[in-house]
């Protein structure tokens, strides 16, 4: 066939294919035979894809071969950069890089031409178009006459939504030929799976980057791990911190879990399997605090805390963290020495009270025990009665240190846990009585009044009588000891909500309410010590909350400077026996 002939053919098949119209040579010749060259070319550019190969390399492979085949014109491959919708040319070897971007400027301006039309939206208009820039550089690019036309086909994904574009610079009036077409629809499939692996692999390379940056943040591991239904036991991801925390690199762990339990004691290693695989089963949170030692020796303690998920696969997925928590644990290890020293300590305090309560009580019984006789003379008379005067102030100082010495070993016990109650059915009017005899004496020294008000046939009341006459004989003395002249005090019983209730109502100096607290203090004195008018330790309210606590029972303080106070004991319920 003469030359000129083949010319005149080849471009009536391309305004055929242009206008739309079938081409008699294709229709004579039937469906073209594969290209070797294109099926060389299409599987080169797979196997690219599927090895991992950069995503310009496979593109200038195909872009150079398509600017082969339809020569004089040029082949660039460009991606739409989301979600900028702007194109990037990636491809172009025959292409001077400085002009890549007037190209994708004029890819651009195509594209916005040709939108709104259905059959030729976006970067996929399929015939000769206008290139915008500058056109001297564009017809220095392709070096051909035709320089100032492009034609296009668009790159999609398997959504239908644009990747970028194949695009021919300097191409006919009427576009390229058949077969450039055809190895443009046949390699755009490829050149499209390319770029959205790489916009895949992108994607998950910023995920696992924010993923890995927001791990590196944490003080410990961040994992993934997979239960098999046959009881398989692997990690799918697992953060950098495994490294810090165990000395086990990530990887090693990811190809063999072992590498990461060993580094746990042996008690823990025993039954760990089994109470994953019943955590599992019964898809129960994991928390779990264990110590470890790592690769290097240290020990330390760890927190492990992840959430199940089962799988369709029957897999149960664990998504967790492993916290460094040794910081926590010898804290807490510090606090129970810390706190096993000051029992200690304490226990040695309570013991040596103890001893020497014991030892001060033999000779103040004798002391107290002499001095009564020599106050009464019954030995006798002793001659000048100032030694009776004396006598008595002996005896008033050993009943007192006595006392003192009864109060703080009473506290010892308590505090160590080692008073029992004696419990039994009492009488509180009896109780009242003995109380109210014993403070008397005292009262009719200080010229303050003491009454009673019980209601009629109290029931009887459960309890230690010797801690509660303590109670009430407590209250009473501070009632007398800080009501002036001619005051008075009053003490009441009743029942309330079913509970005994005993009340000590003084018209003292009283106290702010802000005080009440502290007043309940061992050792607490409301007044400065430098102008405290009224002696004492500061253990009578103490101890009364102390017994009252033993009896389950709760004390209220109500106060009033210049007013009086009130102290009121409520004993619970069950502790009232009807008779």
């Known amino acids: 066939m003469p030359r000129s002939h083949s010319a005149a053919s080849r471009g009536s098949e391309r305004r055929a294919v242009a206008t739309g119209q079938p081409s008699r040579m294709a229709a004579m010749a039937g ?6 060259v294109l099926v060389e070319v299409e599987h080169a550019a797979i196997a690219g894809v599927a090895a991992g190969a950069p995503l310009t390399l496979i593109l200038d492979g195909l872009a150079a071969h398509l600017g082969s085949i339809a020569a004089p014109a040029s082949c660039a491959i460009a991606i739409c950069d989301q979600p900028t919708s702007k194109y ?16 994708a400027a004029g890819l651009e301006a195509a594209t916005r031409a040709k939108r709104g039309k259905a059959d030729n939206a976006g970067p996929g208009a399929r015939e000769a178009m206008p290139v915008a820039g500058n056109a001297a550089d564009v017809h220095r690019l392709v070096g051909a006459a035709t320089s100032e036309l492009l034609w296009s086909r668009p790159l999609v994904d398997h959504r239908g939504a644009g990747l970028g574009a194949i695009a021919l610079f300097g191409v006919a009036p009427d576009g390229p030929a058949d ?22 692999a992108s994607e998950l390379k910023s995920a696992d980057d924010r993923l890995a940056a927001v791990t590196a943040a944490i003080p410990g591991v961040v994992y993934q791990r997979r239960v098999s239904p046959d009881g ?8 950098e911190g495994a490294y810090d925390l165990f000395g086990v690199s990530p990887r090693e762990i ?14 823990y290693r025993m039954d760990f399997r089994d109470r994953l ?43 967790g963290i492993i916290l460094d928590a040794t910081r926590i644990a010898r804290r807490e290890q510090a606090l129970r020495q810390e706190k096993e020293a000051a029992e200690l300590a304490n226990r040695g305090k309570s013991e040596f009270i103890a001893s020497m309560s014991h030892e001060l009580r033999t000779p103040l019984n004798a002391i107290i025990g002499f001095s009564e006789l020599m106050a009464k003379e019954t030995m006798g008379p002793l001659g000048n009665p100032r030694y009776r005067e004396y006598c008595g102030d002996i005896l008033d100082s050993g009943r007192h240190l006595l006392g003192i010495v009864n109060d703080v070993l009473d506290i010892s016990k308590i505090e160590s846990g080692k008073l ?19 403070v008397r004496e005292r009262a009719e ?52 909500h079913n509970g005994i209730v005993l009340q000590v109502e003084d018209t003292g100096i009283g106290m702010d309410p802000a005080d009440i607290p502290r007043a309940m203090e061992r050792f607490s004195q409301i007044d400065n010590s430098l102008s405290r008018r009224h002696e004492g330790t500061g253990l009578g309210l103490y101890l009364v909350k102390l017994f009252a606590d033993l009896h389950q029972a709760t004390i209220e303080l109500k106060s009033a400077r210049g007013i009086g106070t009130t102290a009121t004991v409520r004993f619970p319920p069950k502790r009232t026996l009807l008779r």
């Open 179 to 200: 077969d450039v077409r055809h190895a443009c629809e046949r390699l755009s499939s490829v050149a499209g799976i390319a770029i959205e692996r790489y916009r895949y």
């Open 445 to 496: 020294v200080a010229e303050v009044a003491v009454e009673s008000w019980l209601l009629e046939d109290m029931p009887l009341l459960v309890a230690d009588e010797r801690l509660v006459k303590q109670i009430l004989l407590n209250l009473l003395s501070n009632a007398v000891k800080f009501t002036p002249k001619q005051g008075r005090v009053v003490v009441r019983g009743g029942i309330e």
């Open 31 to 36: 469906a073209p035979s594969p290209d070797p």
């Open 277 to 319: 695989l019943e955590a599992s089963r019964t898809l129960s949170m994991w928390d779990v605090e264990v110590e470890i030692i790592s690769r290097n020796g240290t020990r330390k303690w760890t927190h492990a805390i992840a959430r199940p998920t089962r799988l369709a696969d029957g897999t149960v997925q664990w998504d």
């Open 420 to 438: 029992v109650l004696h419990e039994e059915p009492v009488e509180v009017a009896s109780i009242v009585a003995a109380t109210m005899h014993l």
């Open 88 to 103: 990037r040319i990636v491809a172009a070897p025959h292409i001077p890089a400085s002009l890549w971007d007037v190209l």
């Open 254 to 267: 990811l190809s063999d879990p072992k590498a990461l339990f060993d580094c746990h004691g042996p008690s």
């Open 232 to 239: 398989d036991i692997r990690y799918t991801y697992i953060s």
